[in-house]
């Protein structure tokens, strides 16, 4: 059964870091476009960043030079790398893996980020 997991999700102060985490089950991923994404109380799914299977890489403008994706194919892993925290990154954040970077249709649980000032 495919299945995403995320982990690493947790409080932290504004101006801090976490690393989030998304273990594919089931197959391998390093085929499939993946993606992390993220949804604020009241507000809609937004995209945060994609990784290609060519191992190229698009950010949003808010995640661009504070969020790094990233992929470790050997342990079938994606990775959001988020520094420099600020209140409204607080969000539910998702993965996400597809063939293609615009219709990803396999999704994680999420993992909550809460970010205080």
């Known amino acids: 059964q495919v299945q995403l997991v995320e982990s690493g999700g947790g409080s932290v102060q504004a101006g801090g870091s976490l690393r989030l985490s998304c273990a594919a089950f089931?197959?391998?991923?390093?085929?499939?476009?993946m993606g992390w994404f993220r949804q604020a109380p009241g507000k809609l799914r937004e995209g945060v960043a994609v990784a290609d299977s060519d191992g190229s890489t698009s950010y949003v403008d808010f995640a661009k030079g504070r969020f790094t994706i990233s992929k470790d194919n050997a342990k079938n892993t994606l990775y959001l790398q988020m520094n420099s925290l600020k209140p409204e990154d607080t969000a539910m954040y998702y993965c996400?893996?597809?063939?293609?970077?615009?219709?990803?249709?396999?999704w994680g649980q999420g993992t909550l980020v809460t970010v205080s000032s």
């Open positions: 089931g197959y391998s991923y390093s085929s499939y476009c």
């Open positions: 996400a893996s597809g063939w293609d970077c615009n219709n990803l249709n396999v």
